[in-house]
């Protein structure tokens, strides 16, 4: 089979095609409108084998997150996903890989719904570029700058749940089967918070999909919104799975640190509290901290005691990437942590 | 340094801003607007190292090569082009190698102008994706379709530049330094056809760009298109260099199969040739051939006999990716020919 076959093969059937896409897969780009009044909202995300998901992840699953990865970039913005492109870099042409690698997109695709309008395929090492883009009404768009001191921060589902998925698929620890199935799925097949992220339009003042774990992704909207924030991290949610296996102390390292939850953090001022809770249904998020004039992000414990993260977040190129779990119950300075950009002095590193 | 400030050290300034971006990099996605009347054309391309461009092609090239390759999709469509995202994969932080890369990538996105909107990197492999967007009236576009019988084909520039300045950067030939500038640049730099392909939207009835080849990429038209055709190769635009240091053999299997010279093949009605001399300068494009009603391309020599093609055009993932300038000038069934799909019956094959 040549390059040339690839995309029509795998890829031009069964996906949904969005009112907006005028012509799609075949030339040399495709054609789409856009509504009066409307904005388009463009974002792109790669993943990497070996980098984003462990070499073994199954084809279906690596399918479906990377179109999950970027469809939550439009819920981070309140937008409407309409279309997207992918360009797949893989090794050889494997069309056992390929037909399951595109069921996981397809799935995903026509739930959402949203169209494949364009695609390049590649040989090299396995790499999976996707570029979305979604609608919506014009200056509606939840960005990350807006949060205001006095906001509430609050924060979509559960957290920590795929930090925890990538230690079981790295065999770090063993879980039952079925903590074991929820946790992979929350790694492998994120939700990405779509309706909420439309919902919040004009109540949220400032929102980010959590990709990089909580603690660097809250940080980008307070250096966006040139604010600080304080987190009490009791109120974290944390699914069962994670507080039973868990001690507290990990959960909130999980939690704050871990990447590829894909839920949404966001800010409300205090008046539109009831417009939130009608916008969204109880029990689908959770009130975390509130926004400060002080720059800089201060955790804390049961206590009120300053809590200190092992690192902010996931960072490509970094050493000790991986989820070190001998440490998670005892992080000391020792150990190498350090305090957060801008975070208070330490009164307790033990908590 | 980490990955959250490599876009904006690099990336994020100097770049031109289009009138239809809102918001550009920095937030989970970009705004844009699409004026009333308009369409948008969107393309996808990636570049990977060692497949696309040798591994020790220069970064400048590198970045200036990602973005052509996708201009020239824009100008196969007739589009302007009015932003892009770019997802970049490399192996490590190399601050020198970035500050060139985003160098040769700015000069053009500058040049055309074009605003970069969004963007990714990540720890891999190198592989650079851009994907396109550029504006166009509604249903203006050129497309791989709409080529009837008894159009003429026509190209921009010279083909085959970019084949020799591949076998010269392999170091397969020497050429004097005044002729490797010349095919390396071709090679490295190309230049997008984009004026050209605006002038033929209510001209060409059908358009692609040369980018594996034209004997591969006007297949794609006569696919799209339903329709055959035959191409005169001694109507084929060589340039100086090209003609002084190959066979006429060499030269049109060069200019049939080598594929990264991204001129603009295209089609036109024999009423619309005034309109063309019109709207192109004259020595722009060239006659090469016509549009027949039989399926298949026809290639012919300069005793109207037929020529076959060791190749078809680029395909990954295929064997022999090399060029083989030893049998460049012996074409001969036995070193491999194989007839283009549809081509006739063989008369003579050792033109």
């Known amino acids: 089979m040549t390059e040339f076959e690839l995309i029509p ?4 059937q069964s996906f ?38 462990p070499h073994h992840t199954a084809p ?15 819920a981070a913005m309140g937008a409407i996903p309409s279309w997207f492109t992918l360009a797949l870099t893989c090794p050889q ?7 399951k690698f595109s069921q996981g997109l397809l799935k995903l695709a026509a739930a959402t719904p949203v ?5 390049d395929t590649t040989a090299g090492p396995l790499t999976v570029t996707i570029q979305i883009a979604g609608l919506l009404p014009a200056n509606s768009a939840l960005q990350r700058r807006g949060a205001q001191p006095g906001d509430a921060i609050y924060v979509t589902g559960y957290l920590g749940d795929a930090g925890l998925g990538l230690a079981s698929v790295q065999g770090k620890l063993t879980l039952s089967p079925a903590a074991t199935q929820y946790v992979e799925t929350r790694l492998n097949r994120p939700t990405p918070r779509l309706l909420e992220g439309q919902a919040l339009r004009n109540i949220a003042t400032s929102a980010i999909d959590i990709s990089d774990g909580l603690a660097a992704d809250l940080g980008h909207i307070l250096v966006a919104s040139e604010v600080g924030a304080t987190l009490k991290l009791t109120q974290l ?3 069962k799975v994670l507080r039973e296996h868990l001690s507290p102390t990990a959960a909130w390292q ?8 894909y839920e949404l953090c966001f800010t409300v001022p205090s008046n539109r509290e009831l417009e939130l809770s009608k916008a969204l249904p109880t029990g689908s998020y959770t009130k975390i901290g509130i926004i400060d004039q002080a720059v800089g992000l201060r955790c804390l414990d049961e206590n009120g005691q300053a809590f200190f993260l092992k690192k902010g977040g996931y960072q ?8 070190d779990c001998n440490s998670w119950n005892r992080p000391t300075k020792a150990q190498g942590i350090t305090p957060l950009e801008g975070m208070q002095s330490p009164k307790n590193n033990t908590p």
């Open 9 to 12: 093969r795998y890829f031009k």
């Open 16 to 53: 949904p095609t969005h009112p907006s896409v005028v012509l799609g897969l075949g030339d040399d780009a495709a054609l789409c409108t856009v509504p009066p009044g409307m904005q388009l909202a463009i974002a792109i995300d790669t993943l990497v084998a070996g980098v984003h998901f």
């Open 60 to 74: 279906e699953d690596i399918g479906y997150k990377a179109l999950a990865v970027n469809l939550s970039d439009m």
């Open 93 to 99: 042409i494997d069309e056992n890989w390929l037909a």
């Open 115 to 119: 169209s494949l309008i364009g695609g």
């Open 237 to 239: 949610p944390l699914s």
């Open 254 to 261: 999980l939690a704050l640190s871990a990447g590829d939850d």
């Open 316 to 323: 490509h190129w970094s050493p000790n990437q991986d989820l």
